[in-house]
């Protein structure tokens, strides 16, 4: 595939990776738009601007991902001179790489690694998250996530045209398939022996739900950026981020979200944290 992730690929866009005096990640334009293969760097400018206004449009700061810098750059003669730079955050380059020429691999390759590390970075950065030690807490941590994404992406696909119920219900299969290799839910169902009444979101432990989260978020961005319009449209774009994010667990040495084991409901879970909780803290069901 075109945009096969491969370790190389990897390396090559954390090779370029700096941290700043406060320990921040950060790569600079002129690092990237050679990577990106731009014959110029004049022609590499007009991707940075449509990114910025990119990250605008999405109700974020420009200036806390897109910082004017003076860069030294090596010349002919061996010798450095200061040029114009952007400082760019790993935000900023996943917008870069959303509005470069798609039909450079290298710049299909840096779409799925930009992606998949920048919505890691979120999770991690995620002060919550970071407190959470175990397995449990991971788990209803997630699961909170998911059902708030499900409820976005939901939203996004009605503005693509998913209207009624049996719609949504082919519209997550079809993101289930790319997922799990073409299994809809209902094989999914049971592929892990559960019941009629049981739902397989319930049943999943943190590494599984982080990869239908990362599904889940990325297909709602992916609508709303690209304007996506019609069912099937809609469809085959759920599709295609599944398969994407099963690409990537795939060529990291993952396991496979079929093969994950099943485990107990999360309500088990739910109770045991109310019971700590008290009354006072009891949630409506959603």
């Known amino acids: 595939m075109g945009s096969r992730l491969t370790k190389k690929t990897i390396s090559i866009f954390e090779s370029i990776k700096q ?5 921040i990640e950060y790569w600079t ?9 731009y014959a110029e760097y004049r022609y ?8 910025k206004l990119a990250c605008e449009n999405s109700g974020v700061s420009v200036a806390d991902h897109f910082v004017d810098i003076l860069e030294m750059v090596t010349i002919g003669s061996g010798a450095e001179r200061q040029v ?3 400082k760019l955050s790993r935000y900023a380059c996943y ?3 959303q509005n470069a020429d798609p039909s450079k691999t290298i710049v299909a390759q840096g779409q799925t690694y930009f992606a998949i590390q920048t919505r890691i970075a979120e999770v991690q950065q995620m002060q919550e998250y970071q407190t959470l030690s175990t397995e449990e807490e991971r788990r209803l941590f997630l699961r909170s996530e ?5 409820s976005q992406l939901a939203s996004a696909a009605k503005d693509a045209g998913v209207i009624d119920s049996r719609d949504y219900a082919i519209f997550q299969n079809y993101g289930y398939q790319g997922l799990y290799g073409g299994m809809t839910a209902k094989d999914i169902h049971a592929r892990k022996g559960l019941k009629k009444s049981q739902k397989i979101l319930d049943h999943m432990g943190s590494t599984e739900l982080a990869a239908n989260l990362f599904r889940a978020t ?15 449209n809609a469809n085959m774009t759920h599709y ?8 990537t667990i795939k060529e990291l040495g993952g396991t496979m979200p079929e093969n994950l084991p099943t485990v107990e409901s999360i309500k088990v879970l739910e109770k045991k944290q109310q019971k700590i909780l008290g009354p006072k803290n009891k949630k409506s069901d959603e």
């Open 29 to 37: 334009s002129r690092s990237l738009w050679k990577i990106l293969e």
């Open 218 to 232: 990325q297909t709602e961005e992916k609508l709303k950026r690209e304007n996506i319009k019609g069912k099937q």
């Open 44 to 51: 590499f400018l007009p991707v940075i601007e449509k990114a």
């Open 240 to 247: 295609a981020v599944g398969a994407k994010v099963r690409q």
């Open 95 to 97: 917008l870069i790489v």
């Open 84 to 86: 114009d730079s952007v």
């Open 19 to 23: 941290i700043d005096e406060n320990g």
């Open 146 to 150: 998911l059902l708030k994404h499900n």
